[in-house]
C-alpha cells in the first residue's frame, strides 16, 4: 500500500510564508504525477500545483509566483512553499500521488489526509 502524509500546515499571517510537506511510503513501480490540492469551507476541491514525471510543473492561476511545488527524491518528499499569503489561501490543503503500481497496471491516486493552512490577522 502506499501512504501520504502531509505536515506543515498552521497559522499565519497575511504576507506570510509557510512550507507544506508531504512525504510519500510504500512500493510502486512508478510516479505519473503528484501535488497538492485545496478546499476551503463551501467550496470544491481545487488543484493547486502538480509536478509530473518529467518535472513539468503547473499553477492555479491565482497562486502563480507566490507558490512553488518542489520533490525531494531522495527524501520522497514533495514540498509546497507558499509565499506571500493571502486569506483566500485559508483551506485544508491535500496532498496526492498518482502512481502505477505494478507494470502495466492503471495509474492508482494516494491522498494524505489533509493539513489546515489559516491566513488571518
Known amino acids: 500500500q502506499v501512504q501520504v502524509v502531509e505536515s506543515g500546515g498552521g497559522l499565519v499571517q497575511p504576507g506570510g510564508s509557510l512550507r507544506l510537506s508531504c512525504v510519500r511510503s510504500?512500493?510502486?513501480?512508478?510516479?505519473?504525477?503528484m501535488g497538492w490540492y485545496r478546499q476551503a469551507p463551501g467550496k470544491e476541491r481545487e488543484l493547486v500545483a502538480a509536478v509530473s514525471s518529467d518535472g513539468t510543473t503547473n499553477y492555479t492561476d491565482s497562486v502563480k509566483g507566490r507558490f512553488t511545488i518542489s520533490r525531494d527524491n531522495a527524501k520522497n518528499t514533495m514540498y509546497l512553499q507558499m509565499n506571500s499569503l493571502k486569506p483566500e489561501d485559508t483551506a485544508v490543503y491535500y496532498c496526492y500521488v498518482d502512481v502505477i503500481r505494478f507494470w502495466g497496471s492503471k495509474s492508482t491516486d494516494y491522498w494524505g489526509q489533509g493539513t489546515q493552512v489559516t491566513v488571518s490577522s
Open positions: 510504500g512500493r510502486f513501480f512508478s510516479i505519473v504525477a
